[in-house]
T-cell receptor, first 112, second 118 residues
Framework: GQNIDQPTEMTATEGAIVQINCTYQTSGFNGLFWYQQHAGEAPTFLSY????GLEEKGRFSSFLSRSKGYSYLLLKELQMKDSASYLCAVRDPYSGTYKYIFGTGTRLKVLA | GAVVSQHPSRVICKSGTSVKIECRSLDFQATTMFWYRQFPKQSLMLMATSNEGSKATYEQGVEKDKFLINHASLTLSTLTVTSAHPEDSSFYICSAITGGDKLTYEQYFGPGTRLTVT
């Protein structure tokens, strides 16, 4: 079966660093995506990993280990506006249509 | 670039009626569009994949006769919820991909439609 797990909720302090983990067990793998979603809004793209290692983009970094079925999203210098849900998604290589399998999502609350 | 719109943003309808939701790619041609539903505090659940000019592919457990999808052009897909019931109340989100970004084929999401069935 297809299974993607994330912590349900996390809380962190403004200015701190937070790491959101994602573990996956899927029949295939063709890339892992991280999206940010504020309540009642559409998800917005944050990062993409297809090879092992770290991808850095400003305050956000994403890491992938395909052998371990593991990824994390690292958010530095947290700001209040980072309070949102963070969705991990694995792309299904067998669908032929590049569909995603979404994780459960992690709700991050940033406190002042 | 890569903007996806949805209309309406919110809709309230009576039980037993049908509702149509439009998803448009504004500045690109979408080879494939996806329809999701999202319940409060939950993640996105894929309902169906829509390719222009062909029948949609529905995920297991999604009733294709209840959720009608039409992808008439490379910029428009519609989802019609037929004979809606209160349990169909949800946040419906579409997304689109284009063959132009061959590196990632990332999905671009619309702003979502909040459906409330009374």
């Amino acid at each position: 079966g297809q299974n993607i797990d994330q912590p349900t909720e996390m809380t962190a302090t403004e200015g701190a660093i937070v790491q959101i983990n994602c573990t996956y067990q899927t029949s295939g793998f063709n890339g892992l995506f991280w999206y940010q979603q504020h309540a009642g809004e559409a998800p917005t793209f944050l990062s993409y990993n297809v090879l092992d290692g770290l991808e850095e983009k400003g305050r956000f970094s994403s890491f992938l280990s395909r052998s371990k079925g593991y990824s994390y999203l690292l958010l530095k210098e947290l700001q209040m506006k980072d309070s949102a849900s963070y969705l991990c998604a694995v792309r299904d290589p067998y669908s032929g249509t590049y569909k995603y399998i979404f994780g459960t999502g992690t709700r991050l609350k940033v406190l002042a | 670039g890569a903007v996806v719109s949805q209309h309406p943003s919110r809709v309230i309808c009576k039980s037993g009626t049908s509702v149509k939701i439009e998803c448009r790619s504004l500045d690109f041609q979408a080879t494939t569009m996806f329809w999701y539903r999202q319940f409060p505090k939950q993640s996105l659940m894929l309902m169906a994949t829509s390719n222009e000019g062909s029948k949609a592919t529905y995920e297991q457990g999604v009733e294709k006769d209840k959720f009608l999808i039409n992808h008439a052009s490379l910029t428009l897909s519609t989802l019609t919820v037929t004979s809606a019931h209160p349990e169909d109340s949800s946040f419906y989100i579409c997304s689109a991909i284009t063959g132009g970004d061959k590196l990632t084929y990332e999905q671009y999401f619309g702003p979502g439609t909040r459906l409330t069935v009374t």
